[in-house]
């Protein structure tokens, strides 16, 4: 069976457009709700329900409640909370699910749905797609006697924050540090800052008064110029950039350089095989090269998956590995947290930093990232470039002259008529030369 709704990372779309509506919320919510009904044997299911802090969540939030309600199963209410959050305290708590409102690092105008299984992770696709299944039929609520009922939790903000302080070692504090907390006026912006703050940081938080409209909007880590700013202003340490629902994390240090996920990724890889810690790690399509080669020199296996840290973690568990991430700056530490979290992974960082004495850059100084072309070429429906001949040739030559000190990668859009064409090189001329190249042997073809 085709997915109709689901994406890579739940069901996500425009508020007001199929399917972010309110009618289909409540069917969701029913049909999600008869699906974990099946699965749970014991008492009535209970789910929880969090979100970021878009105006549009309070509809959505309400619908899914009462399709949960009326398929006769119990809904716990977070209020605005990371996703990372809902997938902690489903597990924590013993609920049968988790459902987290947001669209992450998209506009105010955006919104989606994620589910979390009992255990914390993403549903498997079989789940998701018995869900599907049943949005096909009427809606039937259950008799008075078996509706669900729902409460708010109060002490969910509390409960997280002492997660992830937990993923601190005991024996090393932020104090002397001055860090500032960009929390994208977002689901963390009442639990970033008391996370770092009581580990004994000094900490300024931006991005903190959501208002409805504004998350993401010139903030977080899609937009780090306004963290970059912060902490040359109040001559910060660091900075940490979360995005709307606060699982990707960008950093910053004192002379103002942004540090991606690849680079994240690495420190968090380096200090935990300094821990004796032993694993791989998974990258993704778009991985920098040179953190591959710098793996490499640590004897660490490495492997890529599809783009998307549902993919990321998918390869992660079949191949038992601890590590994986992407650029954008979801890390994913299943040591610590069966999810992406933004927040952990910016105190694993913290705690190589702390552990070693040493700044970002000194950690970093191992991974020098090759420059990337990116170049979009429109290309007809059916195009099949995989066999086009003067692509191929030209792929061919230019893999050859790139050697090991380069990488090629072609890709078509998911959404759009495109063929993305990217070359990965030691420098921005011979990326961008290479590019050219490939794009070039198209033209007859586009």
């Known amino acids: 069976m085709s997915r109709k ?53 309070y509809m959505i ?46 506009p105010y105008y955006d919104n989606g749905i994620k589910f979390f299984s009992a255990e914390g992770a993403k549903l498997p696709d079989a789940v998701e797609l018995e869900i599907e299944a049943l ?30 302080k937990s993923t601190f070692p005991n024996e090393l504090n932020l104090k002397g540090m001055r860090i500032v907390v960009d929390c994208a006026n977002g689901a963390a912006y009442e639990i970033a800052p008391h996370v770092f703050h009581e580990l004994g940081a000094e900490i300024i938080p931006i991005g903190a008064s959501p208002d409805g409209f504004n998350i993401n909007e010139k903030i977080g880590a899609t937009h780090p110029k306004a963290l970059q700013a912060a902490v040359k202003t109040h001559r910060a340490d660091l900075g940490i950039a979360l995005d709307g629902d ?34 791989g790690v998974v990258g993704t399509l778009m991985t920098n ?41 979801h890390l994913l530490c299943l040591d610590k ?12 960082v913290l705690s190589s930093i702390r552990r070693n004495g040493r700044t970002l850059a000194e950690l970093t100084a191992a991974v020098s990232l090759y420059p990337q072309t990116m170049i979009n070429v429109k290309i007809g429906k059916g195009f099949d470039w995989e066999r086009y001949a003067p692509l191929a040739r030209a792929r061919e030559s230019v893999a050859a002259d790139l050697g090991e000190n380069g990488r090629i990668l072609i890709r078509p859009s998911g959404t759009e008529p495109l063929l993305r064409v990217m070359v990965e090189a030691e420098s921005e001329v ?12 198209l033209e007859g073809a586009v």
């Open 61 to 106: 939030e309400a619908a899914l409640e009462a399709g949960f309600t009326s398929a006769g199963v119990n809904v716990q209410l977070t209020g605005p909370l990371p996703t990372a959050a809902v997938a902690y305290l489903t597990r924590a708590l013993r609920l049968s699910a988790g459902v987290v409102i947001s669209a992450s690092h998209n």
């Open 430 to 441: 011979v990326a961008a030369t290479a590019a050219k190249r490939l794009v070039a042997s």
């Open 289 to 329: 090269l040179a953190v591959e080669n710098a793996l490499r020199h640590l004897h660490v296996p490495f492997a890529r998956a599809k783009v998307g840290d549902r993919y990321v973690l998918e390869m992660m568990v079949e191949k038992g590995w601890l590590w994986g991430g992407e650029s954008s700056g």
């Open 135 to 164: 949005l096909e039929k009427p809606m039937i609520c259950a008799p008075s006697e078996s509706i669900g009922r729902a409460k708010r939790i109060d002490d969910a903000a509390g409960r997280y924050i002492e997660f992830c």
């Open 5 to 57: 709704y689901f994406g890579t990372d739940g069901v996500r779309g425009r508020v007001g457009e199929a399917p972010i509506t309110a009618d289909f919320m409540l069917h969701l919510g029913h049909a999600a709700g008869q699906v974990f009904k099946r699965h749970d044997t014991g008492s009535k299911p209970t789910v929880l329900i969090g979100k970021d802090t878009r105006v549009s969540g």
């Open 246 to 279: 606060a699982d990707r994390l960008l950093m910053i240090d004192a002379a103002g350089r942004l540090y991606n996920g690849d680079e994240l990724l690495y420190v968090v890889v380096c200090d935990g095989i300094e821990q004796g810690k032993q694993s």
């Open 337 to 348: 947290h069966t999810t992406g979290d933004g927040i952990v992974s910016a105190l694993q």
